[in-house]
């Protein structure tokens, strides 16, 4: 009994030394997308500036497209090995042929709303009018027609789908009244919120089950670095924590890549909206349930859709992995 605990105990330590970076190894070059400027960029971003990817063995340079399909283009196309991308871009990219995938859950569930520019205070009113994206077959592409969908109205023939940008770009629209209506999140929701805009459908209370923004990368990148891959998870499982358990560095972070000028009450609302296992869970598995949320849309203008499953679309070996070893629950214990 004894020798079987010694070597279930090696085998642990093992496994986690397979994640462990020596400090005199080279840092492996990395440039590394993400989507959007919104609290859902949070964990490369919290990765970069604390450090964490450093201590990995990984020299990250952070590259902005705007929206997952741009995102994800870059990732096909090899400008980037792995990105932030939300799950409409990455899977209608793998059915393709991208071979691109999921290596970890990031934000699994949703916490957009649609907007009026002011004066717009009904559905009924947005007839006729338009209702601002990032870019055609990103995240807020599928959000925007799920929203429109609930409230009564059809894409495109009662009210257009207009490309926008980015989040705060997004709220400078409605709020100019350059749009009708626009989907956005934290923090640009929350300043929509302050300026007196109204909330015409809050996706978060719909029932929309959905895998949102993660770390994605090509089955064919795996092959050739997985432990490129393996350390990337590693620092993103960290920021994950550090995220959940240290608000200044946290809100530090997200007031850099907001661009300054979002008061810190905006900031720490926006990391405590994120601080709930529906949306970063800290485990990071992939949701299964949600990439189906995604195929059921896609399936509508992509007859591929029908027939794939959510499976095809994720490589969740490292998470599990960082699970068994119970490395990522040693990252919520009290020090």
Known sequence: MRLQRITTAFACLALLAGFVTPALAQLARLHIGYSAISADQLPAW?????GIFQKNGLDVQLIFFTGGSTAILALVSGDVPMTQVSGPGLVSSALAGSEAVFVAGGITSLNYVLMGKPGITS?????????????????TDSIARFALKKIGLTPGKDVTIVQVGTGPDRLNAVLTGK?????????????GERKGLAVLADIAKMGMVFQHTGPATTR???REHQDTVRR???SHVEAVAQIWTDKE???RVLGKY??????????ERSREDNLTDALLSKKQIPSLEGLKTVLDDLAERDPRAKTAKPEQFVDMSFIQELNQSGYIDSLYKKK
């Not at 919290?46 to 604390?50: H, I, N, P, Q, S």
């Not at 559905?123 to 994206?133: C, F, T």
């Not at 749009?179 to 300043?191: E, G, K, W, Y």
Request: charged residues 20%.
């Open 258 to 267: 907001m661009g300054g000028g979002v008061d810190r009450d905006i900031l």
């Open 123 to 139: 559905a009924e009113q947005l007839k006729g009018g338009s209702v601002a994206i990032s870019r055609f077959g990103s995240a």
């Open 220 to 222: 064919k990148f795996i």
């Open 46 to 50: 919290v990765a970069k500036e604390t």
């Open 249 to 251: 560095a946290t809100v």
């Open 232 to 234: 990337y998870v590693k």
């Open 179 to 191: 749009v009708t209506a626009s989907v956005i999140n934290p923090p640009a929701s929350f300043l």
